[in-house]
C-alpha cells in the first residue's frame, strides 16, 4: 500500500508561483516514475497529465506546461514536487500526485496510486 499525500496548493494571481509537493509513504518507490496530473473544475474536463519523473531523473512535460512548470524528486525522501512559474488562470485546477511503476503506466493514469489532490486557483 503506497500513500501520497500532497501540500502547498493555493490561490495566487496570475505571473505568481507556487511549490506543490507530494510524499509518498508506505512502500518505497525509489524505483518508480512519480508525476502530477491535474483537473479543472468545469464540466467535462477531464484530469489531464501535467508532468512525469522516472527514479533516474528524465522528466517529460505536456506542452502546456513546458518552460513553466519543473518537477523534481528526492528518492531519499520518497518526495516528489512540481515548481509552478508565470502561473495563468487556465492553470486554475485540482492538482494530483500519482506514482506508479512505469512512465507508461503513469502517463496512462493506469497506477492505483493517487493522491486526493491540492486545489490551485489563479486569479486573474
Known amino acids: 500500500q503506497v500513500q501520497l499525500v500532497e501540500s502547498g496548493g493555493g490561490l495566487v494571481q496570475a505571473g505568481g508561483s507556487l511549490r506543490l509537493s507530494c510524499a509518498a509513504s508506505?512502500?518505497?518507490?525509489?524505483?518508480?516514475?512519480m508525476g502530477w496530473f491535474r483537473q479543472a473544475a468545469a464540466p467535462g474536463k477531464e484530469r489531464e497529465f501535467v508532468?512525469?519523473?522516472?527514479?533516474?531523473?528524465?522528466?517529460y512535460y505536456a506542452d502546456p506546461v513546458k518552460g513553466r512548470f519543473t518537477i523534481s524528486r528526492d528518492n531519499a525522501k520518497n518526495t516528489v514536487d512540481l515548481q509552478i512559474n508565470s502561473l495563468k488562470p487556465e492553470d486554475t485546477a485540482v492538482y494530483y500526485c500519482?506514482?506508479?511503476?512505469?512512465?507508461?503506466?503513469?502517463?496512462?493514469?493506469?497506477?492505483?496510486?493517487w493522491g486526493q489532490g491540492t486545489q490551485v486557483t489563479v486569479s486573474s
Open positions: 508532468a512525469a519523473i522516472g527514479w533516474s531523473g528524465f522528466t
Open positions: 508506505g512502500r518505497t518507490f525509489s524505483a518508480a516514475a
Open positions: 500519482a506514482a506508479a511503476y512505469s512512465l507508461d503506466e503513469l502517463r496512462s493514469q493506469s497506477s492505483d496510486y
